[in-house]
């Protein structure tokens, strides 16, 4: 006969890790992680969260990373939401998200205001496209770092990557939008999944 262990016995996966000591702390340390994303936030989330704080792991990334992208919404203010709900509940989640719009929108109206003087100038322009290049480099970058928690996907590195792999040619090549292409490849791979670790 099977034991069943109390949910209130089974071990915290939280409870021996890194984490915020407290509300301010996660609010300061969103701050320091959207002052540092100016066109490539995706990569320094990754460096911030997991390399550093290692609040969370990179599997754990992997996967509230997809949940943060299906959501409506930009894709790490969503992330931001949750990871402070994980900690301190709904405080945690308005600490998180504060911290997330507060300082950057100041500098955006700023930054806007500066735009809308010198947007003619031809070093600004040349300035943007070459931030658009490094963004993108930043991006890739992450998605090469993160490659090797597909390791322990249900569906193996293989298969893993040629769903991502045909993802990235629909986007890039077809340009078919990205809201169709995550309907039906997610649609798919989550229920690929879901045959593998289903009882």
Known sequence: MPVIVPESAQ???LANRPAPRNV???????????LQGFGGVVAVVQRELVEKRRWLTRE????????????PGPNVVNLSIMI?????????????????L??????????????AHWATHPAVAGA?????????GMI??????????????????VFSGLIALTAFVLVAWWRIPLPWVLLV???VACGLTWRKVAP
Request: aromatic content about 10%; cysteine-free; charged content about 15%.
């Open 11 to 13: 071990p915290d996966p």
């Open 24 to 34: 301010a702390d996660l609010f300061w340390s969103f701050t320091w992680l959207a």
């Open 60 to 71: 754990e990334f992997v996967e509230e990373w997809a949940v943060a992208q299906v959501m």
């Open 84 to 100: 402070g709900d994980r900690y301190f509940g709904l405080r945690g989640a308005v600490a998180a998200l504060l911290g997330m």
């Open 102 to 115: 507060a300082l950057p929108l100041v500098l955006v109206l700023l930054a806007a205001l500066a735009y």
């Open 128 to 136: 943007l496209r070459g931030m658009g290049a490094v963004a993108a």
């Open 140 to 157: 890739g970058g992450m998605g090469l770092k993160l490659m090797p928690a597909l390791r322990q996907h249900p569906l193996g590195p």
């Open 185 to 187: 490849l997610g649609l």
